[in-house]
């Protein structure tokens, strides 16, 4: 295994599990403050900025981004994104563990897989890690204004069936992945850089959406539907925007496995129907 994709591996390990964990505490303390909305956004930015527990969280969380931010500048996004997506079995194991309830069957499976699909990728960097091409940047920018106009729809559509908490979930999830991508993008340095402003936009909505389904629904099912999509489509833009490469051969073949694997791991985990434990503010402030 090359030591440049060992470096990202671990980094990006690191990353996912300080940001999961990170997700409870910004869970436990959004849970605990007035109603937050996006038609008040300066008392809700107040609220927010107010709650020493959620600074605590969101330390966190940004201590993660800057191993994630390490980890893309050893590798391709593709393969960052897949160890990141596998981190939602950290999330799960914490909320079984916290709530002392059992995960069920779904959720279980979910962990196993996302698990075995981390084991998978891991075997797979024996072929390279490889970062693809800087990609054109209206391809770049396309795709970023498609995540936002997905997400606005998706609010839209949300609104309407009266269950807000999942769209912003869903929502959040596609303002991280747009963070994501522009991340990748502004390290690859000269004018690029520039994508650091779409990168802000990204997290700052994204972060924003959570804290408000936070206070809907519980941090598994919300942080399990942000992350599935946070990871997938930067996986899926990797390779067909930057045209991130996959090892030949049967290594190839594991690496897409895996990439499948921890992308379905993450859909077993959030998925929020059935008995489910769920951190509640208590219980996560306690951590």
Not at 78 to 107: E, M, T
Not at 191 to 202: H, K, N, Q, S, T
Request: charged share 10%; proline share 3%; glycine share 14%.
């Amino acid at each position: 295994m090359h030591p440049q994709g060992v470096a990202a591996l671990v980094l990006a390990a690191l990353s996912t599990t300080l940001i999961n964990l990170a997700y409870l505490r910004e869970q436990a303390a959004a849970s605990a403050l007035p109603a937050l909305s996006a038609r008040r956004p300066s008392r809700s930015l107040r609220l927010i900025l107010g709650s020493r527990a959620w600074l605590r969280g969101f330390a966190m969380e940004s201590t993660g981004f800057l191993m994630y931010a390490g980890a893309l500048a050893l590798a391709s996004l593709a393969l960052v994104q897949s160890v990141g997506a596998g981190g939602i079995g950290v999330l799960a194991f914490v909320c079984a563990r916290r709530s002392g309830q059992r995960l069920g069957r779904r959720r279980s499976a979910g962990v196993i897989v996302s698990i075995l699909g981390l084991l998978a990728l891991s075997i797979s960097l024996t072929g390279g890690a490889g970062g693809g091409t800087a990609g054109s940047v209206s391809g770049i920018v396309a795709w970023l204004i498609g995540t936002v106009l997905a997400a606005v729809a998706v609010l839209g559509l949300a609104r309407a069936a009266e269950n807000p908490a999942i769209g912003q979930a869903v929502a959040g999830g596609l303002m991280f992945s747009a963070g994501d991508l522009s991340t990748k993008v502004a390290t690859q340095g000269g004018a690029r850089f520039a994508f650091v402003v779409a990168m802000i936009l990204g997290y700052g909505l994204g972060t924003s959406l959570l804290q408000m389904a936070y206070q809907r629904a519980g941090a598994l099912t919300v942080a399990g539907l942000a992350t599935l999509l946070t990871n997938a489509l930067p996986i899926l833009a990797g390779t067909v925007i930057l045209h991130e490469p996959v090892p030949s051969g049967g290594l190839g073949v594991l690496r897409v496995l895996a990439f499948v694997m921890v992308t379905a791991g993450a859909v077993l985990i959030a998925a929020p129907r059935g008995a489910s434990p769920e951190i509640s503010p208590s219980m996560a402030s306690s951590s």
